[in-house]
């Protein structure tokens, strides 16, 4: 049974309650002498109201604020609870002179500043609450200080939503193995049920990339360089895993782990700080200036006539002129130009030294050309 129906049940008590008290204190002053008669009828009429009016008067407003507090993030919730408690401190400090004025006095205005302090506390530390935790941060930095660095070896405080594909992809783990991505990893729940959902897909390619990423989350969580923290954390009238991120990143102020060029574009426009694997790989990847040597090995003919296409070993892609004359073969070049394009780093080589072909004896050749003669 769901809890609209307990709802609805406690409303037609309650309700029916109220009017079979308010039947009965009608009925003599109506000049009524069925007391009975009257009571039941406040109660039925109660019932009904209560059957009708309480979804809207009790679930509405819970699910509303439920919906509010679930898109506030963590440090919004801190920062409101500081000031609830200091209102409450300073209202309970003024409530001692109040409560020697007259009455009623004495009795309305302790309760009255209470609320309105309480109120203006939560509202102040929301709106300040950047220089609030920046206070903390500071206290902090200053005890961390007097630690010994021993007692240092932990990573960095900030939280890092992971999008599904940096999961997919793998790479994580090889990266959170060397220490450079500091943090926590929060995971949302609807990031999970996607990839689940990936996992128990009927295509075969996407079932097998979906498990992997199944494989890849079970080795982070047992990987001890970093954290990683599962969260039921859900944001209210968005359907798209994206979406749902964005908003998230905006209002926990933390950065998106991804590898999605959309997801990429998309957060960029709306302000929010883009972790992307992608970007990373190509950044530490050689840099070659103009007239450096390279060796590689042509693999395959480029687009344009007479190119030819091979690979460092970081995945660098290295387009040969000429180089169909060497296709299977290692040669040695010397690097023409780098373009960075937004699929990587594309280098542009020429070939050191010019393909030995082979040519036809002359002797041969003129021996076939007397017998034809």
Same mark, same amino acid.
């Given at each position: 049974?769901?809890?609209?129906?307990?709802?609805?049940? /406690?409303?037609?008590?309650?309700?029916?309650?109220? @009017?079979?008290?308010?039947?009965?204190?009608?009925?003599? !002053?109506?000049?009524?002498? +069925?007391?009975?008669?009257?009571?039941?009828?406040?109660?039925?009429?109660? /019932?009904?109201? *209560?059957?009708?009016?309480?979804?809207?008067?009790?679930?509405?407003?819970?699910?509303?604020?439920?919906?509010?507090?679930?898109?506030?993030?963590?440090?919004?919730?801190?920062?409101?609870?500081? @000031?609830?408690?200091?209102?409450?401190?300073?209202?309970?400090?003024?409530?001692?002179?109040?409560?020697?004025?007259?009455?009623?006095?004495?009795?309305?205005?302790?309760?009255?500043?209470?609320?309105?302090?309480?109120?203006? @506390?939560?509202?102040?530390?929301?709106?300040?609450?950047?220089? &609030?935790?920046?206070?903390?941060?500071?206290?902090?930095?200053?005890?961390?200080?007097?630690?010994?660095?021993?007692?240092?070896?932990? $990573?960095?405080?900030?939280?890092?939503?992971? +999008?599904?594909?940096?999961?997919?992809?793998?790479?994580?783990?090889?990266?959170?193995?060397?220490?450079? !991505?500091?943090?926590?990893?929060?995971?949302?729940?609807?990031?999970?049920?996607?990839?689940? %959902?990936?996992?128990?897909?009927?295509?075969?390619?996407?079932?097998?990339?979906?498990?992997? $990423?199944?494989?890849?989350?079970?080795?982070?969580?047992? =990987?001890?360089?970093?954290?990683?923290?599962?969260?039921?954390? +859900?944001?209210?009238?968005?359907?798209?895993? =994206?979406?749902?991120?964005?908003?998230?990143?905006?209002?926990?102020?933390?950065? &998106?782990?991804?590898?999605?060029?959309?997801?990429?574009?998309? /957060?960029?426009?709306? #302000?929010?700080?883009?972790?992307?694997?992608?970007?990373?790989?190509?950044?530490?990847?050689?840099?070659?200036?103009?007239?450096?040597?390279?060796?590689?090995?042509?693999?395959?003919?480029?687009?344009? %006539?007479?190119?030819?296409?091979?690979?460092?070993?970081? *995945?660098?892609?290295?387009?040969?002129?000429? #180089?169909?004359?060497?296709?299977?073969?290692?040669?040695?070049?010397?690097?023409?130009?780098?373009?960075?394009?937004?699929?990587?780093?594309?280098?542009?080589?020429?070939?050191?030294?010019?393909?030995?072909?082979?040519?036809?004896?002359?002797?041969?050749?003129?021996?076939?050309?007397?017998?034809?003669?």
């Amino acid at each position: 049974m769901s809890i609209a129906f307990f709802s609805r049940l /406690a409303g037609m008590l309650v309700f029916g309650l109220a @009017g079979w008290y308010l039947g009965a204190t009608l009925a003599p !002053l109506a000049g009524a002498e +069925d007391t009975v008669m009257w009571a039941a009828s406040g109660a039925s009429l109660g /019932a009904l109201v *209560g059957l009708v009016l309480t979804p809207w008067l009790v679930l509405s407003p819970l699910r509303s604020m439920y919906t509010s507090l679930s898109q506030l993030s963590l440090r919004s919730l801190g920062a409101g609870l500081i @000031g609830l408690i200091l209102g409450l401190v300073i209202a309970g400090l003024i409530a001692v002179p109040l409560s020697l004025l007259p009455q009623p006095l004495n009795q309305i205005l302790p309760f009255a500043v209470a609320a309105v302090l309480s109120y203006l @506390g939560v509202v102040t530390s929301v709106n300040r609450q950047n220089e &609030i935790f920046s206070i903390f941060g500071n206290l902090g930095g200053r005890i961390a200080e007097a630690r010994p660095k021993a007692s240092q070896a932990g $990573g960095g405080g900030r939280t890092i939503l992971t +999008d599904t594909s940096v999961i997919i992809d793998g790479r994580i783990t090889d990266i959170a193995k060397t220490g450079f !991505l500091a943090g926590t990893l929060l995971i949302p729940r609807f990031v999970l049920n996607e990839l689940q %959902h990936i996992a128990d897909s009927s295509d075969k390619l996407r079932r097998q990339r979906g498990r992997r $990423g199944l494989d890849v989350l079970a080795a982070l969580q047992q =990987d001890p360089h970093i954290t990683v923290q599962i969260s039921d954390i +859900d944001v209210e009238g968005m359907r798209e895993v =994206d979406d749902k991120l964005v908003v998230l990143a905006r209002q926990m102020r933390a950065p &998106i782990l991804t590898n999605d060029f959309n997801l990429n574009r998309v /957060a960029d426009l709306q #302000g929010v700080t883009i972790l992307n694997i992608n970007d990373l790989a190509n950044a530490v990847k050689s840099v070659f200036l103009p007239g450096e040597e390279l060796t590689v090995r042509i693999i395959q003919e480029g687009r344009e %006539h007479r190119q030819g296409v091979g690979y460092l070993e970081d *995945g660098t892609m290295v387009v040969v002129q000429d #180089g169909v004359d060497y296709m299977g073969a290692e040669v040695r070049t010397s690097v023409t130009k780098v373009l960075q394009t937004a699929a990587g780093r594309m280098v542009f080589a020429k070939p050191e030294e010019a393909p030995k072909v082979a040519r036809p004896s002359r002797s041969g050749g003129g021996g076939r050309n007397k017998r034809n003669r």
